[in-house]
């Protein structure tokens, strides 16, 4: 694996520091250089065109079970823990690899307010009714999360906030700008999910009237 991986990088580096790096002799890496290719390494050669493909195809975001996947799909006979080692070997990462993130948290609620929408996500008047939500942006750093609110009759965002953390100053960053945007409102419901971060004590003091979905 040392000598492939020298071969594989010798373009980008020098051979005789990769060899001092991998503690391998330069002389011992030209004899590997010169002898025939075997039959196992031909195959992960072939294997690793073939991931290359795959991993180009799906944006870089799969993983090798997927790959693994696409291989055996393909009518390949490889096991799972080969394309990862080939995988791992060669720098194949997926961009998505990063732990998944929960946008919803209902068990840490207290006392949810009912359900006053009932899923009538429509309104007959101006700022009748607004809707607050929060979702998750991947980038190549870091998830970014996202809270907007939405004004149900014109069905236009008036209020929106992206931070690197889910919490309270999120959902009630965005719920200022709504309410610096609409100027002084009165009597809104203002509904989102049980897992909102909108603390109610706060909420009340603007005069809205808090809704919270039934699940």
Sequence with gaps: ??????????????????????????SSYYAWLDRPEGDLARENRRLTDKIVKFHQTC???????????DLIEDGETCG???????????????????KFVITT??????????DLLKRRFWAEHRDERWASDTTFIGTRQCWLYL???LELYSRQVIGWSISKKNDNQ??????????????????????SDQGSTYAQETISNYSLIISYSAV
Excluded at 90 to 97: C, D, G, I, R, V
Excluded at 105 to 114: L, R, V, Y
Excluded at 178 to 187: Q, Y
């Design 1 to 26: 694996m040392k000598y492939a991986f020298i071969k594989a990088h010798r373009k980008e580096h020098k051979v005789i520091r990769l060899c001092e790096v991998l503690a391998v002799s330069t």
């Design 59 to 69: 944006r870089e975001i799969y993983g090798s079970p997927r790959t693994h996947k």
């Design 80 to 98: 799972v823990s080969r394309v990862a080692r080939l995988m791992k070997v060669h720098n194949f990462q997926s961009k998505m690899a990063r």
């Design 105 to 114: 948290n209902s068990k840490n609620t207290h006392a949810p307010a009912p």
């Design 147 to 149: 809270a907007i609110v």
């Design 170 to 191: 999120l959902v009630m960053d965005a719920l200022m700008m709504a309410l610096w945007r609409r100027g002084e409102v009165n009597g809104v419901m203002l509904h």
